[in-house]
T-cell receptor, first 113, second 115 residues
Framework: AQSVTQPDIHITVSEGASLELRCNYS??????LFWYVQSPGQGLQLLLK??????LVQGIKGFEAEFKRSQSSFNLRKPSVHWSDAAEYFC???????????FGTGTRLKVLA | KAGVTQTPRYLIKTRGQQVTLSCSPI?????VSWYQQTPGQGLQFLFE???????NKGNFPGRFSGRQFSNSRSEMNVSTLELGDSALYLC??????????????FGPGTRLTVL
């Protein structure tokens, strides 16, 4: 069965510091992989996605993620965090052709001024 | 282009009642998915509709049902509400053609509180 694990429930970083949010997945083949961000009172916004090809993908708002097949991971990174990045981040897995997406439980990011 | 809209945004019900939530997808999108979001469980997939047909279903009891109309608008219904049904219900729409990937666009959600 597909599953997604985000081991960090909360992360606090200082503004300007680098950020890495972890995501591990379980799936028999290479799934579609996504990172979404949710600000308070908002729906989810897609940050970036991976289907195939280059394992380092660039997204919006200066985020990037790296797919590592050997580790079944798809970690999200940002070199310098801004206060406006404070939000909840979700990693998701989509099995090609199923139209069903499995989300992790989310990581809430707090940014210190 | 207008985004995904969900109505109502907030709803308070009591145990045993039923509730209907509505989702209007982005114009031209034929696939609508529903998710339940709770603090402890994150987002859990409820079901997905495409052209009025349910294509996928998550692991929820039969009290949760949905439907899609010919204009792609979708409704989900929860009967015999329980306290544990309190959650944010998110709707997402996508192009939804067969195979491959279609980006999902999420609405702001309906916050359901069951007392």
């Amino acid at each position: 069965a597909q599953s997604v694990t985000q081991p960090d429930i909360h992360i606090t970083v200082s503004e300007g510091a680098s950020l890495e949010l972890r995501c591990n997945y379980s799936y028999g083949a290479t799934p579609y992989l996504f990172w979404y961000v949710q600000s308070p009172g908002q729906g989810l916004q897609l940050l970036l996605k991976y289907f195939s090809g280059d394992t380092l993908v660039q997204g919006i708002k200066g985020f990037e993620a790296e797919f590592k097949r050997s580790q079944s991971s798809f970690n999200l990174r940002k070199p310098s965090v801004h206060w406006s990045d404070a939000a909840e981040y979700f990693c998701a897995v989509g099995a090609p052709g199923t139209y069903k997406y499995i989300f992790g439980t989310g990581t809430r990011l707090k940014v210190l001024a | 282009k207008a985004g995904v809209t969900q109505t109502p945004r907030y709803l308070i019900k009591t145990r045993g009642q039923q509730v209907t939530l509505s989702c209007s997808p982005i114009s031209g999108h034929r696939s609508v998915s529903w998710y339940q979001q709770t603090p402890g469980q994150g987002l859990q997939f409820l079901f997905e509709y495409f052209s009025e047909t349910q294509r996928n279903k998550g692991n929820f009891p039969g009290r949760f049902s949905g439907r899609q109309f010919s204009n792609s608008r979708s409704e989900m219904n929860v009967s015999t509400l329980e306290l544990g049904d309190s959650a944010l219900y998110l709707c997402a729409s996508s192009g939804g053609t067969s195979g491959g990937y279609n980006e999902q666009f999420f609405g702001p959600g309906t916050r359901l509180t069951v007392l």
